[in-house]
C-alpha cells in the first residue's frame, strides 16, 4: 500500500487529508500504517475519496493515457514527434505498452473497496453518509468502466485486500457489467443534484452517474445486441434531459463558449479531473516547466505542430511538391500558441483509391460542411499572428515575393492554414504577396498541420513550458444527447436519433458573427431527417463534437467499427490492425505478478 499526503482543496474542502491506497494488488512487501480502522472515521472516507480523484489526473490529461484513447483510429495519425507509436501503427503492440492506468484504477479500486467496507457506520446524518459511500460507488464504476472496455475479462474486486497475493483471476465481463450497472444505479439514487459540500466544483452528482450509466447501458447492449440496455439509455438520457434545468446543465449557444477557460465549469461541463495553480496541492510549480511523465495536465502540447521552428518566411515548394522551411520564422514559442510537442495530428491523409479515393477524412468526412459547422473553426487553429519583429530582404534566399518587409507584431499573418487550396501557397495569395506563409490541405504533414486549439492555456504566464492548470473535462451535457442518438439508432427508432443529432447540428450552426438569418440557414442546412442515420454519420458526429476529447478509440470499440474505419481511413494502422486489437493487452506487469495458482492469462493475439 502507499501513503501519500495531499492537501484537497480541488475536489473537497477538507483540509490536509491522507490520501491512502493499497499499490497494485499483486505486489509483495507492502509498508503503511493504513488499516481498516483508518475508514471507519468521515475524515478516512473523505482521504480515500479525495485521495481517488487525486489519482484520476495520473491518467486524464497525461501522455500516455492521451495517446491509449486516441491514436490508432480514423480521427489521427502521427504526428513527427509521436511517442507511443506502436499504440498509433499496431505494430509490435504488446503488455509493455500499457500498465499505468490499469495499476492506477486498481489502487484506486482497493482503497473505493475500503471506504465502502468499512465506512458505513461513519458517524455522520444517515443522507451525508450514504452521499459519501455514493461517490465511492460512482468512481468504482467509473474505473472498472474503464478497465473493461480497454481489456474485457478483468479482475473484480468488491472488499478490501489488506493481505498481499500472488494469485489473481479475470472475471467474465457480463460479471464486470453487473458490478458497474448495480455502482451507478447506488449512486444515482443517493446523489444530490449538484455537488454539496464537501464536494464541489464538478464532482460526481446525480447526472453524472445517470450520464456514465446511460453509457454503460449502451456499450453492454453492443456486446450482447440487447434491445433493453438501448432502452435504458435513451430512457436515462431523456431524464437528465428533462431535468437539466434541476441538475443546472444545458449547452451554450455557442459551440466555442464550451472550450472557453470561463466557461471549464460551467452548465455543460459534468465531470472534470481537477487541475490547479496554487503548489500547495503537489501538482504544479509556477515557473518550474513539466516532462511529459508527470500526473498534469499536458493536453495543450499534443496536438501542437513546431510552429516556431517551421514556419520560416521564405519556405517553399520543392520539385516534389513539398513544403520546404527556408528563412527566419515569424513566431517564437510563446503560451499563447503553446508548446510543441508534434506528437498526434489530424488524419489528412488523401486516400488514393477505393470508396474515399481522394478524401481525407478529417476535410472530406468529419468536417466536410465548414461552411455551415462552426466546429471546425472552434477546433481547430488556423492562424498564427506575428509574436517577433522579424525583417526579411528583398534578396533573401528563397523570397520570391520580390519584396522586403518587417512583420508587424499583433497585427501580420506570420502563418495561415486554410480549410482550402490557395493558389500561390506558401508565398502568395493568388497574385498577392503574403508576408508570412500559406500552408494549405496539400502541404500537410506529419509536421504540418492545423492544431487544436479548445484545449489551450494562455493562462500559464511566461513559461509556456508550464502544464496546463485548466481542468480535464470528461463528460460534457452534448454527449447525453448523442448517447441517446445511438440508443435510438441502435433500438431501430431513426426518427427520434434524427431529433437528438439535430439539436447538436443546430447548436454548431451558430456563430456569434452570423446574422439572425444567416443562423437559421446554417441550422436549416445541417438539419437532417430520419433518413440520414446511420451508424457512419453518427460516428462522423462524434468526430465533430469531440475530436480529441479521450473518446474516440472507445467510441469505435463500442460500435465494433475500430477495424472497419481504421482500414477505411487510417493508413499508418490499416496494414497491421487486425481483430484482437479491439481489446488493449493485459499490462505486462500484471502477468508477471500472479506466480501463484494458474497464470494470469494475455489477450488473445499478444
Known sequence: MKNKLIKSGILLLAATILNSGCKKILEENPQSG????????????????????????????????????????????????????????????????????????YTDINTLNGVLEYGQSIDLPDATRRQYLAQAKFLRAFWYFYLVQTFGDVPLHTTFITVPSQADSRQPVAQVYDQIIKDLTDAVADLPNTPTAPFISKAASKPTAQYLLAKVYLTRGWLNNTNADFVQAYTICN?????????????????????????????????????????????????????????????????????????????FKNGSGALVN???????????????????????????????????????????????????????????????????????????????????????????????????????????????????????????FPSV????????????????????????????????????????????AA?????????????????????????????????????????DERSREFYGEWQRWQDLVRTRSLITRVKAWNPEAAVNIQNFHMLRPIPQSQIDRVVEGPPFPQNPGY
Open 499 to 539: 431529433n437528438m443529432l439535430n439539436v447538436i447540428r443546430q447548436r454548431a450552426a451558430y456563430r456569434k458573427t452570423n446574422t439572425a438569418p444567416q443562423n437559421a440557414a446554417a441550422a436549416a442546412a445541417l438539419t437532417i431527417t430520419s433518413a440520414d442515420v446511420t451508424l457512419d454519420f453518427i460516428l
Open 239 to 315: 431524464n437528465i434531459i428533462a431535468n437539466k434545468a434541476a441538475y443546472g446543465l444545458d449547452l451554450w449557444q455557442d459551440y466555442g463558449d464550451a472550450f472557453n477557460p470561463v466557461n471549464d465549469y460551467g452548465k455543460e461541463t459534468m465531470f472534470v479531473s481537477d487541475h490547479s495553480i496554487d503548489p500547495k496541492y503537489g501538482q504544479y510549480t509556477v515557473g518550474g516547466g513539466a516532462s511529459g511523465g508527470a500526473a498534469q495536465n499536458l493536453t495543450p502540447w499534443f496536438y501542437i505542430w513546431n510552429y516556431p521552428s517551421n514556419s520560416g518566411l521564405n519556405s
Open 34 to 105: 493504513i488499516v481498516p480502522s483508518f475508514f471507519a472515521s468521515p475524515s478516512g472516507v473523505l482521504g480515500g475519496i479525495a485521495g481517488v480523484y487525486n489519482d484520476i489526473r495520473s491518467a486524464w490529461g497525461t501522455e500516455g493515457f492521451t495517446t491509449e484513447m486516441v491514436a490508432g483510429t480514423d480521427e489521427h495519425l502521427a504526428g513527427a514527434s509521436a511517442s507511443g507509436i506502436q499504440v498509433h501503427n499496431y505494430n509490435g503492440l504488446n503488455g509493455s505498452n500499457f500498465g499505468a492506468a490499469w495499476g492506477t484504477a
Open 453 to 496: 486549439k479548445k484545449f489551450m492555456d494562455p493562462s500559464r504566464g511566461s513559461n509556456f513550458n508550464d502544464p496546463s492548470t485548466r481542468p480535464v473535462v470528461m463528460y460534457r451535457f452534448s454527449d447525453v444527447y448523442l448517447i441517446a442518438a445511438e440508443a435510438y439508432f441502435k433500438d431501430g427508432k431513426l426518427t427520434e
Open 326 to 448: 527556408s528563412g527566419t520564422s515569424g513566431m517564437v514559442r510563446d503560451a499563447a500558441n503553446g508548446r510543441p510537442y508534434i506528437r498526434i495530428r489530424p488524419n489528412s491523409y488523401v486516400w488514393p483509391s477505393g470508396t474515399n479515393a481522394g478524401k481525407r477524412y478529417i476535410l472530406d468526412q468529419a468536417f466536410v460542411n465548414r461552411t455551415n459547422d462552426s466546429r471546425w473553426d472552434n477546433t481547430f487553429q488556423k492562424v498564427w499572428i506575428s509574436n517577433t519583429a522579424v525583417t526579411n530582404t528583398a534578396g533573401a534566399a528563397n523570397n520570391s515575393r520580390g519584396i522586403g518587409y518587417t512583420m508587424t507584431v499583433g497585427v501580420d499573418t506570420a502563418i495561415w492554414i486554410p480549410d482550402v487550396e490557395i493558389a500561390g501557397a506558401p508565398q502568395f495569395n493568388g497574385a498577392t504577396p503574403f508576408k508570412g506563409i500559406i500552408i494549405p490541405p496539400s502541404l500537410w504533414t506529419n509536421s504540418y
